[in-house]
Nanobody, 123 residues
């Protein structure tokens, strides 16, 4: 019943843009922060960005700061990750996750996870 579904991934050239969506069902994002994480082959899952339940606070990993923007539309129960100036090292499966606490980089604190969407940056 509680579900997060990522969409918007795909293949883009370096320097291109993608907008990922994280749609929640079975619960409202009014009371949850949403984090975006990514995992490249053979690497640990890492935090990318997070937005608070109110939408008023955002955090970004240093590697994406200035290039990625997280936003939230409570009416649509959806969180977005706008990714600009994409680099090959951004290639990964991107996951969104919900947390009923302030944003944290600790994966274990997130209660609900989506199944991920593939982002490939290649020429």
């Amino acid at each position: 019943q509680l579900q997060l579904v990522e969409s918007g991934g795909g293949l883009v050239q370096p320097g291109g843009s993608l907008r990922l969506s994280c749609a929640a069902s079975g619960f409202t994002l009014d009371y949850y922060g949403i984090g975006w994480f990514r995992q490249a082959p053979g690497k640990e899952r890492e935090g990318v960005s997070c937005i608070s339940s109110s939408g008023g606070d955002t955090d970004y990993a240093d590697s994406v700061k200035g290039r990625f923007t997280i936003s939230k539309d409570n009416a649509k129960n959806t969180v977005y990750l706008q990714m600009n100036s994409l680099k090959p090292e951004d290639t990964a499966v991107y996951y969104c996750a919900a947390i009923a606490q302030p944003c944290t980089a600790n994966l274990d604190d997130y209660e609900h996870w989506g199944q991920g969407t593939q982002v490939t940056v290649s020429s």
